[in-house]
């Protein structure tokens, strides 16, 4: 079960300070106002910035003022985490612990009296592993042999559609008196691959239900279960998906089917050259493509490689990174602006993306970021295929085949209606996915060659080889900045290579492995200097590496009160 399951104290329940561009907003529940734990205060957007103390609360209070009193809250703990994370949380803790998202954006809180809490800390007894349960897309619940509930996964709480919290520690007799786990529990046969119906919701599920002993005695019953439809939307994608693969693996059998374009692309690794073929097979149609992939993936030089091989090669190609245009310029730039359509208008007029791009293609990469209202207008042009200018007021008829890219999620997206569900799909005609370099290491080492050939070339030095050491270096970094981030390595090291042999000392000082002990500027440096040095490193890259504290603290074997203190010392922000 997942935090955001336990959330007890709901966010219209808490008393909130909302720091906006003027007065502070106080947003709190009736009789709330003045409780021993004063209230938290959040930004315009609802991150949490801390908490004021109640005897602060009386009076009107300036957005100065409020910023200048906020005092830090302790402990917070996200949404994503394992609930058993909260038990650590609350030993010598009294006050509510604050849920956020990873955007740090308020939840609401998990009281310290929470029932479910105190009946998690004895279910170790029935689940040894929590995290793997909880990774499961398979709902999972077990009674005892009193027939209470004593554990709920997080997909039960999105099967049934209620927090796992409000479900532990109650019997199931209350919860769904006809249940199956009690027929089981008084010794009805098991339930294998069965489908049954839990009434209470009206869902049918494919279900299996077993009891389980110790010492010879039964202690409880464990059932686990998917929605029978979604049961048969997967088989018949994974029926789809074998097609794909099937017609993939056809089209792999010889690379040399891939146009020149793409064999400029280096890569061997098995999911690479299926996001190459399926990209070489759309090329020369004009089917709406989206490239998916983290940032330095390749996303960019993907698209001209399509463009390249398409049938209009010979028209534009215009580019637009929709995340690094402001606002306010983005539509201008995209459909162009009559003369006199604001101040500073260019006399004449100017043309858009759109329409240097006629009878080309488009790139808009960063999709994702465009605003709700460029969304909007962007499908228009998409539907219509022509598009007005601003200050215009006539119509101007475009023939552009659209290539787009992002790095967001764009499912996740339009379920929460950051991103227009029928421009996704007017967009997403066809999606092609760059893996991420940790995710095809098997290819660093022709990279390697690759980067290191082209940059001998550009710089005018002579042949150069990668050592031993560098080799595995590079194959056991994670590679954040992907493939970009390889090329800046080795564009560094080889021009700072002297020979014709590149070492570990020509490398970007974040990838030498004993950079805290040997490094030329470190020589005047006391023991515990670079003691400090190495752990200041160590928590910087862990932190990078897993994204939240809880994560954190485990892999560096550490207590809370330590980690933290560690933070402060060092100054450095999660």
Known sequence: ???????????????????????????????????????????????????????????????????????????????????????????????????????????????????????????????????????????VIIIDSGGTIVYVNHAYSNIVGVPGGKIIGRKMEEVEPSSMCLKVLRGHPPIINQKIVIHSIGVEVLANITPFFVNGKIKGVISVFRNVYETINLSNELERMRDIAQYLHNELKSTSKLPDPFKKLAGNNVYFRQALVLAATAAPTDATVMVRGESGSGKEILAEAIQRSSLRREYPFVKVNCASIPESLLESELFGYEEGAFTGAKKGGKPGKFELAHRGTIFLDEVGDMSPAMQAKLLRVLQEKEIERVGGNK???????????????????????QFREDLYYRLNVIPIFLPPLRRRKDDIPLLVDHFVRLYCREHNRGKAIVSSGVMNTLIGHDWPGNVRELKNVIEHAVVLCPGDMITAEHLPRYLRREDSFNHADRKQETLPELVEQLE???????????????????????????????LKKYQLTV
Request: with cysteine; glycine share 6%.
């Open 1 to 139: 079960m997942l935090v955001q399951d336990m959330i007890d104290i709901p966010l219209e329940l808490l008393s909130v300070f909302k720091l906006g561009a003027e007065d502070p907003v106080f947003m709190s529940h009736p009789g709330n106002r003045g409780d021993d734990q004063g209230a938290v205060v959040v930004d315009e957007n609802g991150c949490l910035l801390g908490r004021i103390n109640s005897r602060l609360l009386k009076g009107d209070l300036a957005p100065e003022k409020v910023r200048s009193i906020v005092e830090p809250v302790k402990e917070t703990i996200l949404e994503s985490e394992n609930a058993l994370e909260l038990i650590d949380l609350f030993n010598d803790r009294k006050s509510p612990v604050y849920v956020v998202d990873r955007q740090n954006k308020l939840l609401g809180a998990v009281s310290p009296g929470n029932k479910a809490l105190r009946m998690l800390s004895g279910m170790k007894e029935y689940v040894p592993f929590p995290n793997i349960f909880d990774a499961m897309y398979e709902a």
């Open 395 to 417: 119509t101007i008829p475009v023939d552009v085949r659209v290539i787009s890219a992002t790095n967001k999620d764009l499912e996740t997206m339009v379920v929460k209606k």
């Open 536 to 566: 200041k490193e160590v928590i910087t890259g862990v932190l990078k590496k897993y994204g939240n504290k809880s994560s954190a603290i485990k892999a560096l074997g550490i207590s809370r009160r330590t980690f933290y203190l560690k």
